[in-house]
T-cell receptor, first 116, second 109 residues
């Protein structure tokens, strides 16, 4: 079974630009969540989608947005990029809407974003 | 709000020595606790979760609700254990995990 797939793996953007990152969850998984990983802040939750609906959102500005499609694939978008947005963006998928006992979150390899 | 604290950024031990990676949490309810590991150039992966009460790669972790701790232990460290370890908490909200800042375990000969 293929794991969580994220594209692109690496990208460089200029301040002020926008970026879209893509995530394909494990087949059958309907919950997709996004995390930002930086050396200073560690792993921080961005948002989570289930059945095309955002179920939970972290403490990030409105420049960070996402969506989920009917096939459970998800995209996240960051507009008006700032230098501080440079990070590894991780996508994770799980089987159900709720991380019940027995459900596990599986992570992708991430998309490395560098803002210059 | 929930919080996970991993007080050590780096833990360096000799091969064969015992390992204890500390994790403390704050949450008023009954959380589920996890340990995730990230080996060099690999994705973040689940190591163990407290409800399973199992030993993975020789690692164990016991949830101590009185001390609000979930320390990760291994009696004898191996070189291949060198990695970044993250403690995480699920507070019953959707599929959101709250992570600690991580501890890098370095096992040397």
């Amino acid at each position: 079974k293929a794991g969580v797939t994220q594209t692109p793996r690496y990208l460089i953007k200029t301040r002020g630009q926008q970026v879209t990152l893509s995530c394909s969850p494990i087949s059958g998984h309907r919950s997709v969540s996004w995390y930002q990983q930086t050396p200073g802040q560690g792993l921080q939750f961005l948002f989570e989608y289930f059945s095309e609906t955002q179920r939970n959102k972290g403490n990030f500005p409105g420049r960070f947005s996402g969506r989920q499609f009917s096939n459970s694939r998800s995209e996240m978008n960051v507009s008006t990029l700032e230098l501080g947005d440079s990070a590894l963006y991780l996508c994770a998928s799980s089987l159900g809407q709720v991380l019940k006992s027995g459900n596990t979150i599986y992570f992708g390899e991430g998309s490395w974003l560098t803002v210059v | 709000a929930q919080r996970v604290t991993q007080p050590e950024k780096l833990l360096s031990v000799f091969k064969g020595a015992p390992v204890e990676l500390k994790c403390n949490y704050s949450y008023s309810g009954s959380p589920e606790l996890f340990w995730y590991v990230q080996y060099s150039r690999q994705r973040l992966q689940l190591l163990l979760r407290h409800i399973s009460r199992e030993s993975i790669k020789g690692f164990t972790a016991d949830l101590n609700k009185g001390e609000t701790s979930f320390h990760l232990k291994k009696p004898f460290a191996q070189e291949e254990d060198s990695a970044m370890y993250y403690c995480a908490l699920w507070a019953g909200t959707a599929s959101k995990l709250t992570f600690g800042t991580g501890t890098r375990l370095q096992v040397t000969l």
